[in-house]
């Protein structure tokens, strides 16, 4: 679950999770469907690009489909995050 490449989408999975919990039960209201509906979407977003990791080429045919369909390049912004993750968490090491 920690390795490299699912690190992002393991993190963001669990954080939606947690966040999908604190919606349900602490805040009242319609914000708090809002919210609720707004997590478990990206808990379920998160999920998929997860699994993909596993399947040869997965992400790579996802993310060439999303590129292809909205313009946008999923690929390039998962390897800019994870690049910033590792110069600080490299910074961190060395102090």
Not at 18 to 35: E, N, P, R, Y
Not at 38 to 62: D, H, K, M, T
Request: hydrophobic residues 50%; contains cysteine.
């Amino acid at each position: 679950m920690m390795e490299h490449k699912r690190r992002l989408a393991s993190l963001i999975f669990l954080g939606s999770m947690v966040m999908t919990f604190v919606c349900v039960f602490a805040i009242k209201g319609k914000l708090s469907k809002l919210l609720t509906l707004i997590f478990v979407f990206a808990q379920f977003l998160s999920y998929i690009w997860y699994c993909l990791s596993y399947i040869p080429w997965g992400r790579e045919i996802c993310g060439g489909c999303i590129k292809r369909i909205f313009g946008v390049d999923l690929g390039l912004v998962a390897n800019e995050v994870s690049q910033n993750a590792t110069a600080v968490s490299n910074s961190a090491d060395s102090v």
